[in-house]
C-alpha cells in the first residue's frame, strides 16, 4: 500500500499513487500547484483534464445518464402528444365527412325510390303503346345505331355502386391509382367498360349518357357519378382497419383515407387518372 504524503490518501500501486499526485485537483491544491478545473455541470465534480472530465461523463456521472434519460423521455412525450394531436384532428375530419356522406346517400336514396316508382309508371305506359310503335322504333333504330355508343355501358348513378362493392382493402392501401384501375376494370352485364380514353396524356375521356356520346375532360362526369358510394365504401374500410390497431398504425391508415378520398378532388386526383389510364394488368 501507498500512501500519498501530501493528502493522507492511500494507493494500492506506486503509479497509481503518481497518477494521484498529478491528476486529482484537491492533492494539487495541497501542495501548491494551480489546477485549471473542468466541472461536471451535472454533478459539479472538478477534474482536472478536460480528458477526464469527458470519461466521467460518459461512464460514471449518474446525474449526467439521469438527466439524458428524463430528455429523452421529455422528447418522446412530446412526438406523443403530437401523434395524439394528429389523431384527434383528423378523426373529427373524418367524422364529418362521415356524417355528409350518410346525408347525401340518404338523399340520393330517396331519389331513387322517386325515380324507380316514376319509371314503373312510365313502363306500364310504355308497354300499353308498343304495339302501335314497332314499326316506328325499328325505323328509327334503323337509322340512329350508327351513331350510338354501344360499345360503352351507361354511366348512371348505379356505377357508383358497382364500383363500391368492388373497392377492398386491396384498392384502399393502393390509393387513388387502385380506385383508378377498379373503376377501369369495371364492367356492365354485357362486360362493356363504362368510359373510353381518347387522350391519355391530356386525361380526356367519353362516356355514354342514354343515347349519347360525351366528352368527359379529366372524368369529372365519371368522378361525380361515382364519388359519394366510394367515398362513403373507403370510410367503412378506414374504420375497419382502425379497430384494434395502435397509435402509430391508427395515424397511418387515416393518412392512407386522406390520399384514397382526394380521387374526388379536381387538384389532387392525378394518381386516380392515371389508374383511370393505364393498360390492363
Known amino acids: 500500500m501507498h500512501k500519498c504524503p501530501h493528502c493522507g490518501k492511500i494507493l494500492s500501486t506506486q503509479s497509481a499513487l503518481r497518477r494521484h499526485q498529478k491528476t486529482v485537483i484537491s492533492c494539487l491544491r495541497i501542495q501548491g500547484q494551480s489546477t485549471s478545473e473542468h466541472i461536471c455541470l451535472d454533478c459539479n465534480k472538478g477534474f482536472s483534464r478536460s480528458d477526464f472530465l469527458e470519461r466521467h461523463i460518459l461512464t460514471s456521472c449518474k446525474e449526467s445518464k439521469t438527466r439524458k434519460v428524463k430528455e429523452k423521455e421529455e422528447e418522446l412525450a412530446n412526438i406523443l402528444r403530437e401523434y395524439e394531436g394528429k389523431i384527434k384532428r383528423l378523426a373529427k375530419r373524418l367524422k364529418k365527412q362521415d356524417e355528409s356522406y350518410e346525408a347525401k346517400i340518404q338523399r340520393l336514396e330517396e331519389s331513387y325510390e322517386e325515380k324507380i316508382k316514376d319509371l314503373e309508371t312510365k313502363l306500364l305506359v310504355s308497354e300499353a303503346k308498343l304495339e302501335l310503335q314497332t314499326a316506328n322504333v325499328i325505323n328509327q333504330t334503323s337509322t340512329t345505331n350508327n351513331n350510338i355508343p354501344l360499345h360503352l355501358g351507361e354511366l348512371t348513378p348505379e356505377v357508383g355502386l358497382l364500383l363500391a362493392e368492388k373497392i377492398t382493402q386491396k384498392e ?3 390509393g387513388q391509382r387502385g380506385l383508378g384501375r377498379a373503376l377501369r376494370d369495371l364492367r356492365d352485364e354485357e362486360e362493356r367498360p363504362f368510359f373510353e380514353v381518347k387522350d391519355e396524356n391530356r386525361m380526356k375521356y367519353e362516356v355514354r349518357q342514354g343515347d349519347q356520346k360525351i366528352r368527359d375532360d ?41 390520399e384514397c378520398l382526394g380521387f374526388s378532388s379536381p387538384d389532387g386526383n392525378t394518381r386516380f387518372l392515371q389508374g383511370l389510364s393505364s393498360k390492363n394488368g
Open 218 to 258: 379529366r372524368a369529372e362526369k365519371i368522378i361525380e357519378t361515382v364519388k359519394v358510394p366510394v367515398s362513403k365504401k373507403i370510410g367503412t374500410i378506414q374504420n375497419d382497419l382502425i379497430d384494434g390497431a395502435d397509435s402509430h398504425f391508427a395515424v397511418r391508415i387515416m393518412d392512407q383515407a386522406v
Open 172 to 174: 384502399f392501401w393502393e
